[in-house]
């Protein structure tokens, strides 16, 4: 603080450094320091006389981008009783909670998101694309897990919080970890469905030759839910339903098949 006393009245000027939070401000392991930077700053300006009277000025300055601006008072009493001075009574005010308020909401969701993301590996342990008859849940899983991560990515933490030098949960390992054993899973699945059709059909007409008419059935149908477009298998279910004598089924699936299969037309001699 300056004090002109040239002047007729003294003159005060105050002027302050930029604020420093002291110690480590931190909510779940994430700076706070920023956000708890206040806006405005209060204090009283106290003058005192020689035999211990004093009278206090209240000061109020607006703090810039983490610093004061100057305060000033000018003494009216020229006779200048007042022969020392003190500046007590500091009090710091934040202009809103919402800078506060959003970080906290984000970190508590960086938590919850990870938490997410190890749901995601649990379901990622279930998805074993060698056990083909459990193929939809393989699927369903698959889909799942996949859900899980863009969900975790479009929430965008790295544009929010300083993943890059801060990330005490290590979200960004976490996700690449996470990415590397979704594309196994799926690259495993993807080679298994591609053939998984001829693999049931194998078996259902391994079944039909056993006249086990039921069980057939069932490994046609499946090879139709990965290949809905596999004819041998729409033939194979036709021919159950005339053995079992279904013959709106019959002629249902000799529809489709006909679908699936048009005839060839051979040119004219």
């Known amino acids: 603080m300056l004090v002109n006393t040239r002047e007729v009245n003294h003159v005060f000027k105050i002027s302050s450094g ?31 006389k020689r035999n211990g009277i004093f009278r206090d000025v209240p000061i109020s300055v607006s ?3 983490g610093t004061p601006e100057n305060g000033s008072y000018n003494n009216p009493d020229s006779v200048n009783e007042f022969n020392n001075y003190d500046l007590v009574n500091h009090v710091f005010r934040f202009g809103n909670s919402n800078a506060f308020e959003n970080k906290i909401k984000i970190i508590n969701n960086y938590y ?85 059709h001829m693999n049931f059909y194998d078996r259902g007409v391994y079944q039909l030759k056993r006249n086990n008419l039921p069980r057939a059935r069932e490994f046609f149908l499946w090879s139709l839910e990965v290949n809905p477009l596999f004819s041998p298998s729409l033939l ?34």
């Open 18 to 48: 930029s604020l420093r939070l002291k110690g480590d401000i931190e909510y779940r392991g994430f700076d706070m320091s920023n956000e708890l930077v206040p806006a405005l700053l209060e204090y009283n300006l106290r003058l005192k």
């Open 63 to 65: 703090v810039i981008e």
């Open 112 to 196: 919850a998101q990870m938490g997410v993301l190890d749901q995601g590996f649990a379901v990622l342990q279930t998805v074993q694309p060698e056990q083909v008859d459990n193929f939809r849940n393989n699927q369903r899983n698959l889909v799942l897990a996949e859900k899980y991560l863009s969900d975790t990515e479009a929430m965008r933490f790295e544009n929010s919080l300083p993943l890059a030098t801060d990330d005490p949960g290590r979200m960004l390992d976490k996700i690449n970890t996470y990415k590397t054993v979704l594309f196994q899973k799926r690259a495993a699945m993807d080679q298994v469905w591609s053939t998984l």
């Open 236 to 269: 194979q279910l036709a021919i159950i339903d005339f053995k079992t004598g279904d013959l709106m089924k019959r002629f249902a699936r000799q529809m489709i098949f006909s679908i699936a299969c048009p005839p060839i037309l051979k040119p004219e001699a």
